[in-house]
Nanobody, 118 residues
Framework: VQLQASGGGLVQAGDSLRLSCAASGRTLSSYTMGWFRQAPGKEREFVARIIWNGGSTYYSNSVKGRFTISRDYAKNTVYLLMNSLEPEDTAVYYC????????????WGQGTQVTVSS
């Protein structure tokens, strides 16, 4: 499976951005797709995930209430809508995929940079 992330950019604090992650090469019916991020000098951290079938979502505490993950069946694409962005959200954002029963995400997109200025 190939994942193509896009939508990053430079914004000001309080602005919004929507990231996209298009998946190809596999049917996603038994998969979970997630977003992660890595800030300079920090470890990669989980942001949000969505189970493809059913749409169950889960968020890290740091983004809950501000970010929304969703999916589009027809486009095989997952989105991350980020509202009320803060400078602390600055990072490279990665999408990833795993089978629902797996513990590890085993396919990763190339990352898209999000920079939030104060």
């Amino acid at each position: 499976v190939q994942l193509q992330a896009s939508g990053g950019g430079l914004v000001q604090a309080g602005d919004s951005l929507r990231l996209s992650c298009a998946a190809s090469g596999r049917t996603l019916s038994s998969y979970t797709m997630g977003w992660f991020r890595q800030a300079p000098g920090k470890e990669r951290e989980f942001v949000a995930r969505i189970i493809w079938n059913g749409g169950s979502t889960y968020y890290s505490n740091s983004v809950k209430g501000r970010f929304t993950i969703s999916r589009d069946y027809a486009k095989n694409t997952v989105y991350l809508l980020m509202n009320s962005l803060e400078p602390e959200d600055t990072a490279v954002y990665y999408c990833a995929i795993k089978q629902n029963a797996a513990t590890q995400y085993n396919f990763w997109g190339q990352g898209t940079q999000v920079t939030v200025s104060s």
